[in-house]
């Protein structure tokens, strides 16, 4: 079983950037497909980006790729969420997930994913 853990959350000005992290215990991350997500209060959880085990495939919402982006380091078992041109509107819970998936495996529906952190918050102020 692999434990999740975010980090890199906090206060930003609009226009900062943050760099979130997931840190995974128990296994390597070389096996599970992965993925951000965020829910702000009131609203429903969006798929921010994904990744593929192997790192060769991802995904990043639409509305986010010019300002987000994903990426992993296997060797330190970790996974990136790269943000910038931070908006009051990305006020939001963050969350890791992963789950068990083929080397090219790319999952973008969150109700694919069976391991997620606790979530690290992320406040923009205006």
């Known amino acids: 079983q692999v434990q999740l853990v975010e980090s890199g959350g906090g206060l930003v000005q609009t226009g900062g950037s943050l760099r979130l992290s997931c840190t995974a215990s128990g296994e390597s991350i070389s096996n599970y497909a992965m993925g951000w997500f965020r829910q702000a209060p009131g609203k429903e959880r969006q798929t921010l980006a994904a990744?593929?085990?192997?790192?060769?495939?991802?995904f990043v919402n639409f509305s986010l790729k010019d300002r987000f982006s994903i990426s992993k380091d296997d060797i330190e078992n970790t996974m990136y969420l790269q943000m910038k041109n931070l908006e009051p509107e990305d006020t939001a819970l963050y969350y890791c997930?992963?789950?068990?998936?083929?080397?090219?495996?790319?999952?973008?529906?969150?109700?694919?994913?069976?391991?997620w952190g606790k979530g690290s918050r992320v406040t923009v102020a205006s």
């Open positions: 997930a992963a789950v068990r998936a083929t080397p090219k495996g790319l999952l973008t529906d969150s109700a694919r994913y069976d391991h």
């Open positions: 990744i593929s085990p192997s790192g060769s495939a991802t």
